[in-house]
């Protein structure tokens, strides 16, 4: 019985110091791999964009949708030259879309300034840069 005692004892302390034991993992992947790594590192770092809020002004489609734009986006920067406007054209809709805001807070107290020219503007998340001005600086 002692035997036996001492057998497993003893097995049973080799299979415990095997599985402490560190190892080490190789990988072999395809160089292609890394290829696509390092091109969508360099692409994260080329798009300075994130998600934030802009204020839509104007959105139209039509033959003259782009020159009515180049009107409005010239009206608004005469109006509010510290804000900067964004002319984009989605499929089919030219749209003018203005300022950079972290959060719907400065967005809406932008608004408030904006709308009482522009009466169809309205908050919207969007794609924005990092903001140039701040906006609560100056409170009036």
Do not use: W
Not at 8 to 22: E, L, M, N, P, T
Not at 115 to 135: G, L, S
């Amino acid at each position: 019985m002692k035997r036996i005692l001492c057998l497993i004892i003893f097995v049973a302390s080799v299979s415990f110091g095997f599985a402490q034991s560190r190892g080490s993992l190789h990988v072999d992947q395809d160089s292609r791999i890394e290829n696509l790594i390092a091109k969508q590192r360099s692409l994260y770092k080329v798009d300075s964009s994130y998600n934030g809020y802009r204020i839509h002004i104007f959105m139209e489609i039509g033959n003259e949708a782009l020159d009515h734009a180049k009107a409005v986006k010239a009206q608004f920067e005469r109006a509010f030259p510290d804000i900067p406007i964004y002319l984009t054209y989605v499929e089919p809709h030219f749209r003018l879309r203005a300022g950079d805001f972290r959060n719907r807070v400065e967005a809406e107290k932008c608004l408030r300034q904006i709308k009482p020219r522009f009466k169809e503007a309205f908050v919207t998340q969007d794609k924005i840069f990092k903001p140039k001005i701040d906006m609560n600086k100056n409170e009036e």
